[in-house]
């Protein structure tokens, strides 16, 4: 509960649960439910679990438990069990036109590393990096974040990589409503991704950090603007963040 009540934490939780952990709607719903926002957010919140919504941002199309980038359903899931949203029917015509149940794991090997047991991340046992004078570096222009542990294929951080993402958010959050302006998320992906992933996931990552530091900033980053912009691979996976003229 004292998670559910944390705004940044509870966004990231909520993203990685829908994406990665089978049934995640409801983690995600029983969240909501104990967000302490009143009756109407619990009643709002069991509904969300009971109905997948929980995990559909902005109304839009519920994200699969699972998912891969672009809204592709990963297919760990016990034997009979569909992804939400996915009628037998589709997910047999999803996995022919991928060559088959065997090519759709081939394809989603990536994601499928964590189906059962703790998923795949980029970067283990690692405490996220800031620029020790990252508050000066943003007034100048631009500061560099390392070490976030996202979870392998995925939009969301893992649970272990949680805390210290909270913590960096929040100190990014606070220099940049101090610094005031625009800022653009620059993003470096792990070269394991080839170009099409790096389309579709890059994005998503940093919808994921953008959320994060609004929510962080809160009232105080009402004259902060947040922007996507560059989404690359390189062997030095990193987030710059850049202070727009």
């Not at 409801?26 to 919140?45: H, P, R």
């Not at 699969?64 to 589709?90: K, Y």
Request: aromatic residues 2%; glycine residues 16%; contains cysteine.
């Amino acid at each position: 509960k004292s998670v559910a009540k944390n705004k940044v934490v509870r966004t990231v939780v909520k993203v990685a649960a829908c994406t990665v952990v089978p049934g995640g709607q409801l983690i995600a719903g029983a969240m909501d439910a104990t967000s302490g926002e009143g009756v109407a957010g619990a009643a709002q919140g069991v509904a969300g679990a009971a109905t997948g919504s929980a995990c559909m941002p902005g109304g839009g199309p519920a994200v699969m438990p699972g998912a891969m980038p672009g809204g592709m359903a990963a297919t760990g899931m016990p034997a009979g069990a569909m992804p939400m949203g996915l009628t037998p029917e589709q997910l047999a015509a999803m996995q022919a036109s991928m060559g088959g149940a065997a090519g759709m794991a081939q394809m989603m090997g990536p994601q499928m590393a964590g189906v059962g047991g703790a998923p795949t991340t980029e970067a283990p046992g690692l405490t996220v990096e800031l620029s020790g004078d990252y508050a000066e570096e943003l007034a100048k222009g631009k500061t560099i974040v390392r070490n976030i542990d996202w979870v392998a294929a995925a939009p969301g951080v893992s649970a272990a990589g949680t805390p210290a993402f909270t913590r960096a958010v929040g100190q990014l959050g606070a220099a940049m409503a101090q610094v005031g302006g625009s800022f653009r998320l620059d993003l470096y992906l792990d070269n394991r991704y080839d170009d099409a992933s790096v389309k579709a996931l890059g994005p998503q990552r940093q919808a994921t950090i953008s959320t994060a530091l609004v929510e962080t900033m809160g009232a105080a980053g009402s004259a902060v603007v947040i922007e996507s912009g560059k989404a690359k691979k390189d062997k030095h996976p990193r987030l710059e963040i850049v202070r727009r003229k």
